[in-house]
């Protein structure tokens, strides 16, 4: 079951955000296994916001711990709050 992540941070920005990017997927042309679309912007009241799809929690899961934490622990980032959902609909064209 595919599942829609809603990353968002009131602490975050744009280089805070590349600089864990860079860092959690070092190549974008191998991007994580499971990872079906991943786009990020800034949020209307400030911070930071990262919307991703997912083949499963499991795939997300295993992505969060092993290459997004590392790299927050790394730069000393603030902590952000995830939200999962069930994908029910999608349209990629």
């Given at each position: 079951m595919?599942?829609?992540?809603h990353?968002q941070?009131?602490?975050?920005?744009?280089?805070?955000?590349?600089a864990t990017?860079d860092?959690?997927?070092?190549?974008?042309?191998n991007?994580?296994?499971?990872l079906?679309?991943?786009?990020?912007?800034?949020?209307?009241?400030?911070?930071?916001?990262?919307?991703?799809?997912?083949?499963s929690?499991?795939?997300?899961r295993?992505?969060?711990?092993?290459?997004v934490?590392p790299?927050?622990?790394?730069?000393?980032?603030?902590?952000?709050?995830?939200?999962?959902t069930?994908?029910?609909?999608?349209?990629i064209?």
């Amino acid at each position: 079951m595919a599942i829609l992540v809603h990353n968002q941070g009131a602490d975050w920005n744009e280089q805070l955000y590349r600089a864990t990017f860079d860092r959690a997927i070092p190549d974008p042309q191998n991007p994580p296994a499971g990872l079906i679309a991943h786009v990020a912007g800034p949020r209307e009241q400030g911070g930071w916001q990262v919307v991703d799809v997912w083949e499963s929690e499991e795939k997300f899961r295993a992505f969060l711990e092993g290459a997004v934490y590392p790299a927050v622990k790394e730069l000393g980032a603030p902590p952000f709050d995830t939200t999962v959902t069930e994908v029910r609909n999608s349209l990629i064209p």
